[in-house]
């Protein structure tokens, strides 16, 4: 089945530095993957959709110029998050779908635990 | 503006006992829906997908129902056992071209033995 790899699982950083997190389909082609955010406690929300070859789609309230995204090929997305702060402390998940197999659910990452100190 | 609703919130059974997890959405016009397993601290484990035109799907000790002109989907778990606590997340697909699921905010389910 579809398989979607995220990287890293874990991190830790200090306030002011920026962090990179891979989402890789590992055996499907996904043109469209979604970074989700879930804080404690709570559901995940959908923070913007990443698209292969242009720019990503933000929801409201999530700022694109702090949560940079880019989808340079049809297996990765990576998700920066810049000047990183306290209150950004989440974990972070992205999922895809592969679009051929129309009957195919989404399929999530492992997440990462972002820990801003 | 969909909404995926849970009930209820969190859930406590002892081992071997039968239980129907809820949800709710809003609006009816999605393409399928999705029932997701969390344990803590990891990612999401896809459960059962439903397409809008069936209106059950089974795996196991798992049986969920959908029955979308109501907007109301259940999981059915037989049998709990210890290895079932976890929270339990339903999502359904809207039926615009691209988008994302949209979650309920689970089921946080614990099973004693």
């Known amino acids: 089945g579809a398989v979607v790899s995220q990287h890293p699982s874990w991190v830790i950083c200090k306030s002011g530095t920026s962090v990179k997190i891979e989402c890789r389909s590992l055996?499907?082609?996904?043109?469209?993957m979604f970074w989700y955010r879930q804080f404690p406690k709570q559901s995940l929300m959908l923070m913007a959709t990443s698209n292969e070859g242009s720019k990503a789609t933000y929801e409201q309230g999530v700022e694109k110029d702090k949560f940079l995204i880019n989808h340079a090929s049809l297996t990765l997305s990576t998700l920066t998050v810049t000047s990183a702060h306290p209150e950004d402390s989440s974990f972070y998940i992205c999922?895809?779908?592969?679009?051929?197999?129309?009957?195919?659910?989404?399929?999530f990452g492992s997440g990462t635990r972002l820990t801003v100190v | 503006k969909q909404e995926v609703t849970q009930i209820p919130a969190a859930l406590s059974v002892p081992e071997g006992e039968n239980l129907v997890l809820n949800c709710s959405f809003t609006?009816?016009?999605?393409?399928?829906l999705q029932w997701f397993r969390q344990d803590p601290g990891k990612g999401l484990t896809s459960l059962l997908l439903i397409q809008s035109s069936q209106r059950e799907q089974t795996s196991g000790r798992l049986n969920a129902s959908l029955d979308k002109s109501s907007g109301r989907s259940t999981l059915y778990i037989a049998a709990s056992q210890p290895g079932d606590s976890a929270t339990y997340l339903c999502?359904?697909?809207?039926?615009?071209?691209?988008?994302?699921?949209?979650f309920g905010k689970g089921t946080t389910l614990s099973v004693s033995s």
């Open positions: 999922s895809a779908r592969d679009w051929q197999q129309n009957n195919y659910g989404y399929t």
């Open positions: 055996d499907f082609q996904a043109t469209t």
């Open positions: 999502a359904v697909r809207p039926k615009q071209a691209g988008t994302a699921l949209i």
């Open positions: 609006d009816s016009a999605i393409y399928n």
